[in-house]
């Protein structure tokens, strides 16, 4: 027994408003999650204060966290390898290089002093510490 078929093949052009109806869902769904996404890193709530001094030169980044543990790179690190690192940093750097320290404003004065010690030691002579700006929310902030 045969069946009669109904069905027609379509030959003529595509509908956009079912593309653009997907396109447009997908986008949504993107925005969405990855507003979500928080950065890695070291929590870190910097002191606050205002207009200090940048600098124009390159710049290597070292934290601090509240604990006195020191993050090179994301990774902790011992202060005898942070000095062999930023040696190497600013032997590329022909010593025209900056450390800017990422404190946490619960950190010791003593470890601070260590570290820019060091940084001389290595061959760094410009120091800068990293704060936020006056009256910015403290909210405690990743590096890198």
Do not use: C
């Not at 790179?73 to 032997?91: G, P």
């Amino acid at each position: 027994m045969k069946f009669p078929r109904n069905t027609r093949m379509f030959h003529g052009p595509l509908d956009a408003a079912p593309f653009a109806g997907v396109f447009f869902l997908l986008l949504i769904f993107l925005v969405l999650t990855s507003s979500f996404v928080f950065t890695s890193g070291v929590r870190i709530n910097l002191p606050e204060a205002g207009r200090l001094p940048a600098t124009g030169k390159p710049t290597v980044v070292v934290a601090v966290d509240r604990g006195g543990l020191l993050y090179f790179q994301s990774q902790v690190i011992q202060l005898d390898h942070l000095k062999i690192r930023l040696r190497d940093a600013a032997t590329l750097a022909r010593g025209e290089i900056t450390l800017v320290v990422q404190a946490d404003q619960a950190v010791a004065h003593e470890v601070i002093l260590r570290l820019g010690l060091v940084a001389q030691e290595a061959g760094i002579k410009d120091i800068i510490l990293a704060t936020r700006p006056v009256g910015a929310p403290a909210r405690v902030t990743p590096s890198p």
